[in-house]
Protein backbone atom coordinates (compact mmCIF):
# COMPACT_ATOMS: atom_id res chain seq x y z
CA UNK A 1 0.00 0.00 0.00
CA UNK A 2 1.40 3.41 -0.72
CA UNK A 3 0.49 6.60 1.11
CA UNK A 4 0.02 9.78 -0.14
CA UNK A 5 2.21 12.72 1.09
CA UNK A 6 0.47 15.07 2.97
CA UNK A 7 1.70 18.96 3.54
CA UNK A 8 0.45 21.74 6.33
CA UNK A 9 -0.19 25.24 5.84
CA UNK A 10 3.11 26.40 6.70
CA UNK A 11 4.39 23.78 4.20
CA UNK A 12 2.23 25.44 1.15
CA UNK A 13 4.02 28.15 2.42
CA UNK A 14 7.12 27.07 1.78
CA UNK A 15 5.75 25.49 -1.47
CA UNK A 16 4.41 28.38 -2.58
CA UNK A 17 6.30 31.57 -1.31
CA UNK A 18 2.64 32.91 -0.38
CA UNK A 19 2.10 34.09 3.10
CA UNK A 20 0.32 32.44 6.15
CA UNK A 21 -2.25 34.45 6.30
CA UNK A 22 -3.08 34.14 2.29
CA UNK A 23 -2.84 30.43 2.00
CA UNK A 24 -5.43 30.59 5.29
CA UNK A 25 -7.73 32.63 3.59
CA UNK A 26 -7.83 30.15 0.49
CA UNK A 27 -8.46 27.77 3.01
CA UNK A 28 -11.35 29.89 4.55
CA UNK A 29 -13.27 30.64 0.84
CA UNK A 30 -12.73 27.43 -0.91
CA UNK A 31 -9.87 27.94 -3.29
CA UNK A 32 -7.48 25.78 -1.57
CA UNK A 33 -9.50 22.47 -0.18
CA UNK A 34 -7.55 19.82 2.06
CA UNK A 35 -8.32 17.68 4.95
CA UNK A 36 -8.89 18.69 8.06
CA UNK A 37 -7.17 15.95 10.48
CA UNK A 38 -7.84 17.03 14.35
CA UNK A 39 -7.48 20.63 14.21
CA UNK A 40 -4.65 21.06 11.47
CA UNK A 41 -5.53 20.87 7.78
CA UNK A 42 -3.62 18.69 5.47
CA UNK A 43 -2.68 19.27 1.95
CA UNK A 44 -1.58 16.82 -1.37
CA UNK A 45 0.28 17.57 -3.89
CA UNK A 46 -2.43 17.88 -5.95
CA UNK A 47 -4.92 20.27 -3.66
CA UNK A 48 -1.69 22.70 -4.01
CA UNK A 49 -1.75 22.31 -7.63
CA UNK A 50 -5.10 23.41 -8.12
CA UNK A 51 -4.68 26.23 -6.29
CA UNK A 52 -2.82 27.79 -9.56
CA UNK A 53 -5.12 27.03 -11.57
CA UNK A 54 -7.74 29.62 -10.54
CA UNK A 55 -7.16 33.46 -11.73
CA UNK A 56 -7.37 34.51 -8.02
CA UNK A 57 -4.48 32.32 -6.88
CA UNK A 58 -2.05 33.74 -9.92
CA UNK A 59 -3.28 37.10 -9.43
CA UNK A 60 -2.21 37.04 -5.46
CA UNK A 61 0.82 34.57 -6.43
CA UNK A 62 2.04 37.57 -8.65
CA UNK A 63 1.49 40.64 -6.09
CA UNK A 64 2.65 38.63 -3.20
CA UNK A 65 5.84 40.32 -1.88
CA UNK A 66 7.82 37.10 -1.98
CA UNK A 67 6.54 35.91 -5.01
CA UNK A 68 8.52 37.20 -7.70
CA UNK A 69 11.43 38.96 -6.13
CA UNK A 70 13.05 36.93 -4.04
CA UNK A 71 11.85 33.44 -4.20
CA UNK A 72 12.20 32.01 -7.90
CA UNK A 73 15.88 29.63 -6.96
CA UNK A 74 14.92 28.52 -3.97
CA UNK A 75 11.03 27.84 -5.38
CA UNK A 76 12.75 26.24 -8.17
CA UNK A 77 14.91 23.51 -6.14
CA UNK A 78 12.01 22.66 -3.61
CA UNK A 79 9.52 22.59 -6.93
CA UNK A 80 12.05 20.17 -9.04
CA UNK A 81 12.26 18.00 -5.21
CA UNK A 82 8.32 17.65 -5.09
CA UNK A 83 7.57 17.07 -8.65
CA UNK A 84 9.93 14.59 -9.13
CA UNK A 85 7.72 11.14 -9.81
CA UNK A 86 10.76 9.23 -9.34
CA UNK A 87 13.77 9.59 -7.56
CA UNK A 88 16.96 7.82 -8.80
CA UNK A 89 18.29 7.23 -4.98
CA UNK A 90 17.45 8.43 -1.93
CA UNK A 91 17.42 11.91 -1.85
CA UNK A 92 16.13 14.85 0.56
CA UNK A 93 14.94 18.48 0.03
CA UNK A 94 16.41 20.78 3.10
CA UNK A 95 15.44 24.27 3.61
CA UNK A 96 17.04 26.27 6.40
CA UNK A 97 15.96 29.44 7.53
CA UNK A 98 18.40 31.52 9.40
CA UNK A 99 17.05 34.78 11.58
CA UNK A 100 18.85 37.50 12.92
CA UNK A 101 22.06 37.51 10.13
CA UNK A 102 22.72 40.36 8.11
CA UNK A 103 22.63 40.03 4.36
CA UNK A 104 26.69 40.04 4.30
CA UNK A 105 26.67 37.05 6.71
CA UNK A 106 24.09 35.36 4.96
CA UNK A 107 26.28 35.70 1.60
CA UNK A 108 29.29 35.03 2.95
CA UNK A 109 28.10 31.50 5.02
CA UNK A 110 26.42 30.51 1.29
CA UNK A 111 29.98 30.84 0.07
CA UNK A 112 31.45 28.95 1.63
CA UNK A 113 28.90 26.18 1.70
CA UNK A 114 28.92 26.63 -2.58
CA UNK A 115 33.00 25.67 -1.69
CA UNK A 116 31.85 22.38 0.52
CA UNK A 117 29.46 21.25 -1.98
CA UNK A 118 31.62 21.74 -4.82
CA UNK A 119 33.11 18.43 -3.73
CA UNK A 120 30.06 16.64 -3.90
CA UNK A 121 29.10 17.85 -7.67
CA UNK A 122 30.93 14.58 -9.78
CA UNK A 123 29.17 11.80 -8.07
CA UNK A 124 26.24 10.07 -6.52
CA UNK A 125 26.56 12.57 -4.03
CA UNK A 126 25.33 15.64 -6.19
CA UNK A 127 23.89 18.36 -4.36
CA UNK A 128 22.16 21.69 -5.46
CA UNK A 129 21.83 24.46 -3.30
CA UNK A 130 20.14 27.94 -3.90
CA UNK A 131 20.14 30.90 -1.22
CA UNK A 132 17.62 34.52 -0.64
CA UNK A 133 17.57 36.71 2.12
CA UNK A 134 14.88 38.61 3.38
CA UNK A 135 15.84 42.27 4.51
CA UNK A 136 12.44 42.46 6.03
CA UNK A 137 12.59 39.80 8.09
CA UNK A 138 16.76 39.68 8.44
CA UNK A 139 16.60 36.13 7.73
CA UNK A 140 18.52 33.87 5.52
CA UNK A 141 16.93 30.90 3.68
CA UNK A 142 19.18 27.80 2.29
CA UNK A 143 17.71 25.13 0.16
CA UNK A 144 19.79 22.08 -0.41
CA UNK A 145 18.16 19.41 -2.98
CA UNK A 146 20.37 16.05 -3.22
CA UNK A 147 21.61 12.98 -1.40
CA UNK A 148 20.12 12.59 1.94
CA UNK A 149 23.85 12.57 3.72
CA UNK A 150 25.07 15.78 1.25
CA UNK A 151 22.22 18.00 2.19
CA UNK A 152 21.90 16.82 6.23
CA UNK A 153 25.78 17.77 6.23
CA UNK A 154 24.85 21.28 4.75
CA UNK A 155 22.19 21.90 6.59
CA UNK A 156 24.69 20.69 10.50
CA UNK A 157 27.05 23.31 9.07
CA UNK A 158 24.42 25.78 8.59
CA UNK A 159 23.42 25.00 12.63
CA UNK A 160 27.04 25.44 13.69
CA UNK A 161 27.10 29.05 12.16
Given at each position: ?43 TA ?37 ER ?77
Amino acid sequence: MEFEKLYTAEDVVQITGLTLRTIRSYIKSGKLKGRRIGVQWRFTAADIEALFETPEAAAAEKNDKRAEAERPETERLARSFLERTKAPRASACVIVDMPGVTEQEARFLFGRLQSLAAVYQDGPKRLELSYEYDENREQARYVFNGAIDSACAMMNLCEVQ
